[in-house]
């Protein structure tokens, strides 16, 4: 998979939801991103959306159409969606 610019469509991660917050893509590409061997399954960002936070939540995405509210990134602030 190539990666072609900045778009967001309604299929485009955003950001992902663990530990009651929302964290973007690279914070959580940082924290829960594995290399691919094919037994666990990891989502187009790398991340294994079945595996469990330390809440014992699954990993929660949300979409680009997602979103009714601005929401930041609970690990670096950065504005994730503005609803505005
Ligand atoms: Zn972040």
Redesign the pocket.
């Known amino acids: 998979m190539s990666i072609h610019g900045f778009m967001t469509h309604a299929t485009t991660i955003i950001a992902y939801t663990y530990e009651a917050d929302y964290?973007?893509v690279?914070?959580a590409r940082k924290r829960f991103a594995i290399k691919r061997t094919g037994t666990v399954n990891v989502d187009c960002n790398d991340i294994p959306i079945e595996q469990q936070d330390c809440e014992g939540n699954t990993i929660g995405v949300i979409f680009a159409t997602d979103p009714d509210e601005t929401i930041h990134?609970g690990?670096?602030?950065?504005l994730i969606y503005d609803f505005d």
Do not use: S
């Not at 690990?75 to 950065?78: A, K, Q, S, Y």
């Open positions: 964290h973007c690279a914070c990134c690990d670096c602030h950065g």
